[in-house]
């Protein structure tokens, strides 16, 4: 799978997404776990599970790339940094191995903290760490002493 280099080539691919493809980005060791088989038929099972109460979630944990219409005219790279920055502390919280990546899919319901539950169609890309350091440096720009990542262990 390939890597996306940097936020520009990020907000790029969504710029270039057909409209039709609902781009998410995902924390997890990527989808050679995600979408790994566990049924006698080789489907991929593509779940996730509650981390309070350890139930199976009927679908991928993800987070949706798309730009919402109020967003208006304002930068695509804030937009993106912004959704890598919400869940970057995902990857010290859960181990060695997890980092970002899109994917393409299908919004199959929601989790219990309102997020996305999808199924993946295709994975895209990897995000790379240069990617992360350039959301965190362009969200530290806007200056806002209220707003960081939704770490609920903070």
Do not use: F
Not at 12 to 18: Q, W
Not at 106 to 129: M, T, Y
Not at 143 to 151: F, H
């Amino acid at each position: 799978m390939p890597t996306v280099d940097d936020l520009d080539e990020l907000a790029d691919l969504l710029e270039r997404t057909h409209r039709d493809d609902e781009l998410y980005l995902r924390w997890s060791r990527g989808p050679q776990v995600d979408l790994a088989t566990d049924d006698d038929k080789g489907d991929p099972e593509q779940s996730s599970r509650d981390s309070l109460t350890g139930i199976k979630l009927p679908g991928l944990s993800a987070n949706p790339l798309s730009v919402e219409p109020w967003w208006g005219d304002r930068s695509i790279r804030l937009w993106v940094a912004r959704r890598l920055y919400d869940y970057s502390h995902l990857r010290h919280l859960r181990g060695p191995g997890v980092r970002p990546w899109v994917l393409i899919g299908e919004q199959c319901g929601r989790g219990p903290d309102n997020e996305p539950l999808v199924i993946c169609h295709r994975p895209v890309a990897w995000v790379s760490d240069r990617a992360l350091r350039e959301c965190e440096q362009a969200v530290q720009e806007q200056g806002s002493d209220e707003w960081g990542p939704l770490n609920r262990a903070d």
